[in-house]
């Protein structure tokens, strides 16, 4: 078993409703594995109303090494606002419709291989984002596919084919917006189909928006897809899905540590993955290595003695 430190005391946050997967006998093996390793824990099942407010309370109240975040982006990111710039790590394990965050992070996205994660992991920092106070880990969107969140969350289906139906439709009639982003280095002025604020790297759909993008780097990248004939948009779906997207003639990349974005046209935009109102100045900084994540163990370090 090789661990950085060995948990004791354990919050699962678990999404019931994420990725439309029934979780009850999830539960019972993240019983049978605690109880095999002495490990205390506590359940909160979201409800999608107040759930912040209740996680807050029982993390105020318990004296928990870390949290498990079981669910999709939204869920990561419903628990990561919580424990940035907090000692607790959060853990993943992914039964979402987008699990986009770790994916990235190399967390398996089997749930048994996963949940070994309680066993055996190591710690690591991330930078997170702020995007006019809203804590964004993974990806955060202006324009096309913040559009397609938003008509996607509004909707009774879920699932990738739900979502791939609702983007084909929209695609066929989207006006690209205008913005102006400046920041600490350079300004940009025009239009964009879509401006996507990024931390990470791919979306769970696993289109690959920031193909450079590093999460412990201390910078943030907003990537521009600019207008381009319809036609084009093969090409650059295309190359989104193959890792080339940053050598699209029709995507720019800006690499900053803050950024002003003026959302000229009220655009509308998602956070990790859920629709939010924001003004039309919408201020983003980097929190470098501000939450700390619990990942599979390096390879390189799999035949190292445990730290303790
Ligand atoms: N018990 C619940 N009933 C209904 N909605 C819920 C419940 N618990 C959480 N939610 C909602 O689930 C969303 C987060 O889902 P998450 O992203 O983790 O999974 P997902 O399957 O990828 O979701 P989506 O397909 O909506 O992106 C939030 O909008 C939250 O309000």
């Not at 439709?169 to 600490?184: A, G, S, W």
């Not at 190359?239 to 699209?248: A, F, H, N």
């Amino acid at each position: 078993m090789h661990k950085d430190t060995k948990h004791h005391n354990l919050l699962f946050v678990i999404n019931p409703i994420a990725g439309d997967i029934d979780k009850e006998e999830l539960e019972e093996e993240i019983q049978t594995l605690c109880h095999a390793d002495g490990i205390n824990y506590n359940i909160y099942k979201t409800t999608g109303e107040e759930d912040k407010k209740k996680i807050k309370e029982l993390l105020a109240e318990h004296k928990y090494d870390a949290v498990y975040a079981v669910g999709g982006d939204g869920t990561v990111n419903l628990v990561s606002c919580l424990l940035i710039g907090t000692t607790t790590p959060l853990g993943i394990i992914p039964l979402g419709s987008g699990n986009g965050l770790s994916k990235d992070l190399n967390i398996p996205q089997d749930t048994e291989e996963a949940l070994q994660l309680i066993h055996s992991h190591v710690v690591r920092n991330i930078d997170t984002i702020d995007v006019n106070g809203h804590p964004s880990v993974h990806l955060s969107d202006l324009g096309f596919n913040a559009l397609v969140v938003k008509n996607f969350s509004e909707g009774d289906r879920r699932g990738p084919g739900a979502y791939a139906w609702i983007a084909l439709q929209e695609y066929l009639n989207y006006v690209p917006k205008f913005y102006r982003i400046e920041t600490d280095t350079e300004t940009f002025e025009g239009e964009a189909f879509m401006v996507t604020i990024a931390n990470a790297n791919a979306f769970g759909s696993n289109a690959n928006i920031n193909p450079n993008g590093i999460l412990n780097d201390g910078r943030f990248e907003i990537c521009l897809i600019e207008p381009f004939p319809k036609p084009a948009g093969l090409g650059i779906l295309y190359k989104l899905y193959t890792g080339g997207i940053d050598s699209s003639v029709y995507t720019r990349i800006l690499s900053c540590k803050t950024a002003t974005i003026y959302n000229i046209d009220n655009e509308v935009v998602h956070v990790d993955g859920e629709p939010v109102e924001m003004e039309q100045e919408i201020k983003v900084t980097i929190h470098p290595k501000s939450l700390k994540v619990i990942l599979p163990v390096p390879e390189e370090q799999q035949d190292e003695p445990p730290l303790n």
